[in-house]
C-alpha cells in the first residue's frame, strides 16, 4: 500500500498551538492552512499560514468547534490532512471519524481509541477491566443528582466532579459535602456542554498531596509503541496545569519503567496510533493509580521534545503518512531536565479572572539554547473573551533541573507585558520559591503556599517611586537629547533655557499615587529602554519602556505601569452605586437565577457569567431585595456593566 499524499495541512485550532504546529509542518515543506473565526481574522495563527479559511461565528461553538465547516474548508483549501491541536474538536471521535469519510488524514488516533479512552468513563472502566489500580469512583451512565449523591456518600467526600469529554479544568469542580454538590454539579455540566459539547461527569475521590505524573507515548501504524519518559504536572490552580517538568523529580528508573510500560499496554490495547499520554496519580509510596488518557498532543510536550531532542509535530506527520517509528525503546533519550510554565491572561490578584483587552506592550525573552517561547500573540493584538486566556508557553531547559529553573528565571525577567493582567509575576514566585527549588511538588502546592505566591498588595518604597520619576521624566521630550554630550539638554547645572531647574511629576502605580519634585538634570540617564541611575558610586541598570502615554519600570522582578496624572482634574469615577453588583470581566450571561422583587440571603447565586470558557458566579454579598436586573441570558456584557441592583433589608 502506497503511503498517502500530505503536502498541505489545516490546523483545526488558533493560537499557540496552532503557530507551533504549522512551524514543524513549514519545515517539512507543507503548505499551511489555518482557519479562524470572525474574532480572529487578524489573529497571529491567521497572520502566520500559507492559506487562511473564515468559519465566521465568535464563540467557538458557532467556529472552531463546526465540524462541516472545518472539513468544507480543508476540501476549499486543497488540504489533504486535519491536525486538531487540542482543545476544541481534538478527543472528539465524531470529528475523527467525519474526517475520514471526507477522505482526508487526521492527525490523532483511530476514533475507536478515542470512543475507548476519549471519554473518561470508559477509559476508567477499560483500565479496571485490565487490572489497571483506579482511584475508588463513580463512572457510571446515570447522570441524576440522586446517582451522584449516593455515589459520593459511598466514595467519601471531598469529591472530584470531572467531565468525561473534557480537560484543562474545564467542568471540573471539587465538592466538600452534600451542601455544595447540586450547584457544583450544574455549573459543571454546562462547562462540559459548552467546551466539549458533552456534558456528562463522573466523580472520583478527591485525594491528599497526590502528584500528578503523565507518561508521553506515541504509536506507529506496524504496531510499535514507546514511552519517551515522564512529566511531572502536579503545580496546578484549579485543576488546571501551570508548571510542568521533565523528568519528573525524584522518580527511580524503575519506577519510571514500571509506568511507561503500564501506559505503552493501555495503548497498545486499544490500538493507538499518533501521540497520546496516559496520566497517573502518584502517591507518596510510590503507588501510581491510572487518571485518564488524553488523546492527542498535550500542552506541554515541549518539555518532552527538550530533554529527547525530539519533534513530537513531526513524528505525527510521519506517522500519518505510514512511516514506522523511527527509534526503538532503548533508544529514547533522556537527557537534562526542563520545566516549562503557561502565560494567562488573567488577574491572580482578583481570583484569576480572566482579562481581555488590547497587549500594548508584548515583548518575548530571548530565544537561544535552553530557551524556548511558544506564543500565539504579538504587540497590538487584541485579546477577546471567547477563548482560552493562555498567551504562550515559555520553557527552559538545563543540564540539571536547578540550572533549568535558574534559565526560567531569567526569561520570566526578561518578558515584558503590558495593557492587560496577565499572571507572570505569579509565575516568577513559584519558580523561585524555595519549595519549588527543592523539588517539594504535589496539586497541593499552590494552596499550601498561597500568601507566598499572591502577597498583598505593599507600599512602594521611596527608592521606586524616585526611580519612576527619573524614568518618566527622562523619557519626556525636553530630555530627549540628554545622551548628546554636545548639547545643551545634556548640562548637569539643572538650568535649561526657558525651563524651570527643577520639575514635579504626579505619578499614578498600582492604585497608589505620588508628587514627587526632581532636579532636571537628575542623577539619572535613560539610554534606550534602559534606565540608569546613579547613587552613592552604585551604578544600576533598569529596564524602562515607555509606551505612548505609560511607562514601564521593571523594579524588583516586577514590570510597573506608571502613568502621570492632573491632580487638579483628576476626579475618581465610580463604577458603580453601593447597592450595585457589577461585571468583574467581559463575558457573556448563561444564567439569571433571580428576579426583580426576590428576596435573596447573603452568598446566594444571582447571575452567572461565562468567560474564556470557565463559568463565574455572581453572588450577593448581603442578604437584601432584588431592586433591579440589567442583564438577560445570552447577553454579552462588558467589565463593569450593571448587572442587578440590591437593596439591603
Not at 519545515?27 to 495563527?45: I, M, N, P
Not at 509506568?259 to 490495547?269: I, Y
Not at 547645572?493 to 492604585?511: D, F, K, Q
Not at 454579598?621 to 437593596?647: F, N, R, T, W
Amino acid at each position: 500500500m502506497s503511503a498517502p499524499v500530505l503536502t498541505t495541512l489545516l490546523v483545526a485550532n488558533r493560537g499557540e498551538i496552532a503557530c507551533r504546529v504549522m512551524r514543524t509542518a513549514k519545515a517539512l515543506g507543507l503548505t499551511t492552512v489555518a482557519v479562524h473565526s470572525a474574532t480572529d481574522r487578524e489573529a497571529r495563527h491567521s497572520r502566520e499560514a500559507d492559506i487562511r479559511v473564515d468559519l465566521g461565528g465568535s464563540k467557538a461553538a458557532d467556529s472552531y468547534l463546526q465540524i462541516d465547516k472545518l472539513i468544507a474548508a480543508a476540501k476549499a483549501s486543497g488540504a489533504q490532512a486535519i491536525h486538531p491541536g487540542y482543545g476544541f474538536l481534538s478527543e472528539n471521535a465524531g470529528f475523527a471519524r467525519a474526517i475520514e469519510a471526507a477522505g482526508l488524514i487526521f492527525l490523532g488516533p483511530p476514533a475507536s481509541a478515542i470512543d475507548a479512552m476519549g471519554s473518561k468513563s470508559a477509559a476508567k472502566a477499560l483500565m479496571e477491566t485490565a487490572g489497571v489500580p483506579l482511584v475508588p469512583g463513580y463512572h457510571g451512565e446515570a447522570q441524576d443528582l440522586d446517582t451522584f449523591r449516593d455515589a459520593c456518600e459511598r466514595i467519601g467526600y471531598p469529591v472530584l466532579l470531572k467531565a468525561t469529554a473534557g480537560g484543562g479544568g474545564k467542568g471540573m469542580k471539587v465538592v466538600e459535602d452534600v451542601s455544595q454538590l447540586a450547584e457544583a454539579l450544574a455549573s459543571a455540566q454546562r462547562e462540559a456542554q459548552s467546551s466539549f459539547g458533552d456534558s456528562r461527569m463522573l466523580v472520583e475521590k478527591y485525594l491528599l498531596k497526590p502528584r500528578h505524573v503523565e507518561i508521553q507515548v506515541f504509536a506507529d501504524q506496524h504496531g510499535n509503541c514507546l514511552y519517551l519518559n515522564e512529566r511531572d504536572c502536579s503545580i496546578q490552580r484549579r485543576h488546571q496545569k501551570v508548571v510542568e517538568e521533565a523528568p519528573a523529580p525524584g522518580l527511580s528508573p524503575e519506577l519510571r519503567r514500571a509506568m511507561g510500560e503500564a501506559a505503552v499496554r493501555s495503548a497498545q490495547a486499544i490500538g493507538y496510533v499518533g501521540a497520546g499520554t496516559v496520566e497517573f496519580l502518584l502517591d507518596a509510596r510510590g503507588e501510581f493509580f491510572f487518571m485518564e488518557m488524553n488523546t492527542r498532543l498535550q500542552v506541554e510536550h515541549p518539555v518532552t521534545e527538550a530533554i529527547t531532542g525530539l519533534d513530537l509535530v513531526a513524528w505525527q506527520i510521519r506517522v500519518a503518512r505510514g512511516e514506522a517509528l523511527p527509534i526503538t525503546q532503548e533508544q529514547v533519550p533522556l537527557n537534562g531536565h526542563a520545566i516549562e510554565v503557561r502565560l494567562y491572561a488573567e488577574d491572580p490578584a482578583n481570583d484569576f479572572l480572566p482579562a481581555t483587552g488590547r497587549l500594548a506592550l508584548y515583548r518575548e525573552s530571548a530565544k537561544g539554547p535552553g530557551r524556548r517561547v511558544d506564543s500565539g500573540v504579538e504587540e497590538g493584538d487584541e485579546i477577546s473573551p471567547f477563548y482560552d486566556p493562555m498567551l504562550g508557553k515559555l520553557i527552559a531547559w538545563g543540564e540539571d533541573r536547578e540550572q533549568a529553573r535558574l534559565r526560567l528565571l531569567s526569561m520570566l525577567d526578561e518578558f515584558a507585558i503590558g495593557g492587560l493582567k496577565t499572571n507572570i509575576n505569579f509565575l516568577r514566585r513559584i519558580i523561585a520559591h524555595p519549595a519549588f527549588a527543592a523539588s517539594e511538588l504535589d496539586t497541593g502546592f499552590i494552596p499550601r503556599y498561597q500568601e507566598q505566591l499572591l502577597p498583598a498588595p505593599g507600599t512602594l518604597s521611596d527608592a521606586f517611586w524616585d526611580a519612576a520619576a527619573q524614568a518618566v521624566a527622562h523619557s519626556l521630550p525636553q530630555f530627549a537629547r540628554q545622551d548628546d554630550a554636545a548639547s545643551p539638554w545634556s548640562l548637569n547645572s539643572g538650568l535649561r533655557a526657558g525651563l524651570p531647574p527643577e520639575i514635579t511629576l504626579h505619578l499614578s502605580c498600582e492604585g497608589q499615587d505620588r508628587a514627587l519634585t526632581l532636579n532636571a538634570a537628575g542623577h539619572a540617564r535613560l539610554s534606550g529602554e534602559a534606565l540608569i541611575v546613579e547613587h552613592e558610586g552604585v551604578r544600576r541598570t533598569l529596564r524602562a519602556i515607555r509606551q505612548s502615554d505609560v511607562l514601564y519600570l521593571q523594579w524588583e522582578g516586577e514590570l510597573r505601569r506608571i502613568e502621570t496624572y492632573d491632580p487638579i482634574s483628576a476626579v475618581e469615577a465610580s463604577h458603580s452605586h453601593q447597592s450595585g453588583l457589577t461585571a468583574p470581566m467581559n463575558g457573556s450571561i448563561v444564567r439569571v437565577l433571580v428576579e426583580a422583587g426576590q428576596s435573596v440571603e447573603a452568598g446566594a447565586q444571582l447571575v452567572v457569567l461565562e468567560a474564556m470558557k470557565m463559568e463565574h458566579s455572581i453572588r450577593a454579598p448581603h442578604a437584601g431585595v432584588i431592586k433591579a436586573l440589567y442583564c438577560q441570558e445570552g447577553e454579552m456584557v462588558g467589565e463593569g456593566s450593571a448587572l442587578v441592583e440590591l437593596e439591603a433589608v
